[in-house]
T-cell receptor
């Protein structure tokens, strides 16, 4: 089955700096790669997703890149703000949306 | 914006007891899921459900687990005989064809 590795497990950045979180996946059949933000005690919320027919997608301060050949994808957050502090999960799946999640990255943005 | 709703928000039960976790998916969604998250760990897939039957399930989803869509709005997860290691946050999710997953707020299950 699919295996998703996520790094780093924790990340601290100064407010205004950029944050990058990286994930690798193992199953070449995976074609859907969402990123979720989870605040303490709350549900995962989709922040951006990308499909395998696209190499990059951007939504304001958030961007995701996908390298299918290397089987890795990354989340980039620019101009970080304290409210970006949360746990971020990457996931990979095929059309059925049986998503395999990474272990999460706890992002702390220091004011 | 429509939401997936889950009840109860917190359920405490004794080991060996049966529990039913309830979910109301978004009304026009066709695909339903249960995921779980043990405290401090990653979210894990349990089961997907479409057209009134299970479409996929993980190794975690053993014979102690079952799902049901008893009517046109509810989607339930039953654990027949709970174990301590079943303590986790259980998330229901739903989606429409081609849309991303929408998660509910979760039910925190504590087995004592």
């Amino acid at each position: 089955g699919e295996n998703v590795e996520q790094h780093p497990s924790t990340l601290s950045v100064q407010e205004g700096d950029s944050a990058v979180i990286k994930c690798t996946y193992s199953d070449s059949a995976s074609n859907y790669f969402p990123w979720y933000k989870q605040e303490l005690g709350k549900r995962p919320q989709l922040i951006i997703d990308i499909r395998s027919n696209v190499g990059e997608k951007k939504d304001q301060r958030i961007a995701v890149t996908l390298n299918k050949t290397a089987k890795h994808f990354s989340l980039h957050i620019t101009e970080t703000q304290p409210e970006d502090s949360a746990v971020y999960f990457c996931a990979a799946g095929a059309g059925s949306y049986q998503l395999t999640f990474g272990k999460g990255t706890k992002l702390s943005v220091i004011p | 914006e429509p939401e997936v709703t889950q009840t109860p928000s917190h359920q405490v039960t004794q080991m060996g007891q049966e529990v039913i976790l309830r979910c109301v998916p978004i009304s026009n969604h066709l695909y339903f899921y249960w995921y779980r998250q043990i405290l401090g760990q990653k979210v894990e897939f349990l089961v997907s459900f479409y057209n009134n039957e299970i479409s996929e399930k993980s190794e975690i989803f053993d014979d102690q687990f079952s799902v049901e869509r008893p009517d046109g709005s509810n989607f339930t997860l039953k654990i027949r005989s709970t174990k301590l290691e079943d303590s986790a946050m259980y998330f229901c999710a739903s989606r429409d064809l081609g849309s991303p997953l929408h998660f509910g707020n979760g039910t925190r299950l504590t087995v004592t």
